[in-house]
């Protein structure tokens, strides 16, 4: 996956994470809402905005060696998804995967010596 196929999807995925609690907390002071089904409804997009963010990370960090880089969205999740109260950190988490998976200089490999039988 090349730098700009990475930057353009990781970002929407993550604008869309953004949108879809703005679209929550507003519906949320309407007149009868049903606050618990609409907040199903927000986590089941969040998860797979996620899911698809997980996926291209893990894609770019593979192509350019660095796979470790899976790792930043998924506890950006697990703080986005599960422990709400503690904010910024999905937020940090994401910059750090574009910074991280920006640069396209994969590590040279080392030649292996080969054995010789004697």
Known sequence: MNNAK????????MVLTYLWRFAFVGAAFEDGADIE????????????????????????????????????PIVGAVFDLILIFIPFVPTIMNIITIVLGMPDNKPAETPQPEESNT
């Not at 089904?37 to 770019?60: D, W």
């Open 37 to 72: 089904g609409m907040g199903n409804v927000m986590n089941v997009l969040m998860f797979l905005s996620y899911a698809v963010m997980v996926y291209v990370a893990y894609s770019r960090g593979k192509a350019i060696g660095k796979g470790y880089l899976i790792a930043f």
């Open 6 to 13: 990475f930057l353009i999807i990781y970002l929407i995925f």
